[in-house]
């Protein structure tokens, strides 16, 4: 059973930063690709970043790039989401998710297991 456990998540001010951990079970974790994922209310789930743990190649919305980073731990089996210089925009429920075969690195549908997700939220 592939289990997904984010964790990490919590208030900061404006400029602030986080990192955020996804630690994956019951896979193998060098054959995977990790989305990192983020929804507000009301809104559609929208992709942050990604990576190949096998090659380390990494993607990012233009709304993060240059402030966030993702990276993995193949000995831990985890994956981070580096936070940098925070806006109040960037709050939202961020969630990590798991796919073995993921041709567009954006779409959620192309990822199979998915994280409980953890809050993160930007004060002014």
């Known amino acids: 059973q592939v289990r997904l456990v984010e964790s990490g998540g919590g208030s900061v001010q404006a400029g602030g930063s986080l990192r955020l951990s996804c630690v994956a079970s019951?896979?193998?974790?060098?054959?995977?690709?990790i989305g990192w994922f983020r929804q507000s209310p009301g809104e559609e789930r929208e992709a942050v970043g990604s990576?190949?743990?096998?090659?380390?190649?990494?993607s990012y919305a233009d709304s993060v790039k240059g402030r966030f980073t993702v990276s993995r731990d193949n000995a831990k089996n985890t994956a981070y989401l580096q936070m940098n210089s925070l806006k109040p925009e960037d709050t939202a429920m961020y969630f990590c998710?798991?796919?073995?075969?993921?041709?567009?690195?954006?779409?959620?549908?192309?990822?199979?297991?998915w994280g409980q997700g953890t809050q993160v939220t930007v004060s002014s």
């Open positions: 998710a798991a796919g073995l075969y993921v041709a567009d690195r954006t779409r959620p549908q192309e990822y199979s297991w």
């Open positions: 019951g896979i193998r974790f060098r054959s995977i690709f």
């Open positions: 990576i190949s743990v096998s090659d380390g190649s990494t």
